[in-house]
């Protein structure tokens, strides 16, 4: 039995509640996983894990142990990016999950100069809207917008982006141009409506001029998940789009897009990059969040 192997393949049980998805996470067997804690419960003569046919839990005596082999492969990590080539170099498999406007307009893009700087760093980059279940799904990091509704995550903000409202002028032409934000309510105005994973709910649109607020629920012909899919609603005229202005600049340009009610203001939406507060911050993780705070500093910076 490879001991450092065994106390991985018992790490990631517990922190995915199954066998399957440790050994989906780890690329190994359901019955290698489930040998190596075997043999790891044989070596300790305790058992760690409850198992039934439903869910697998640990024991208390497992969580005491997990405690301790969470710091030791931590410590071993660090053992090995201690040494002046790594530390130089970093090198791995990094896991994140990131927005796909953002990726296909700025991350993607970068990613050349990202590569040059690590050669050895092999990302594995899983771009959607989604909610992402970090330790379930073994992510190191995912970068999101809006605010943080997870408060056991750990979280680094790195940007804030700066919001507009905008139509495509063929929308424009059909519906009209309105001058007031409540007209976005009427009848024959349709907006097209952001549904976020968390809550399967369109998002309501708080907007302010001065003294006065309105908050934009608007009708909708279709809701998307999807921020590219949203915006490709938005210039096939289907209605009133709120975009952050790195998604909008270039359309904007082209006049593929009108900016609606620019004496209104709405609040930015901050990007944060976040993490499992257990999950050891290794220097991979820590020069690819320092990259992405670097390029939101150019495309959305803090203010």
Known sequence: MDRFDAMQAFARVVETGSFTKAAETLHMSKTSVTQLVQQLEARLRVRLLNRTTRKVNVTADGAAYYERVQRLLADMDDAETSLSSASAAPRGRLRVDVPSPLARMILVPALPAFHARYPDI????????????????????????????????????????????????????RAGTPLH???LEDTHH??????????????????????ERVKVQGRYVVAVDDGNAYLAAGLAGLGVLWLPDYMSKAHLARGELVRLFEDWRLDSMPIYVAFAPNRHVSTKLRVFIDWIAELMALHAPVT
């Open 190 to 211: 349709r907006i097209v409506a952001f549904h976020w994973a968390r809550t399967s709910k369109a998002f309501a649109y708080a907007m302010r001029k001065g003294s």
């Open 181 to 183: 934000p409540q007209e």
């Open 122 to 173: 092999q990302l594995d980059m899983g771009v959607s809207d989604r909610m992402v279940d970090i330790i379930g799904e073994n992510v190191d990091c995912v970068v999101r917008g809006g605010e943080l509704t997870d408060q056991s995550l750990m979280a680094r903000r790195v940007g804030d982006l700066q919001l507009g409202v905008y139509a495509a002028p063929d929308y424009l032409e």
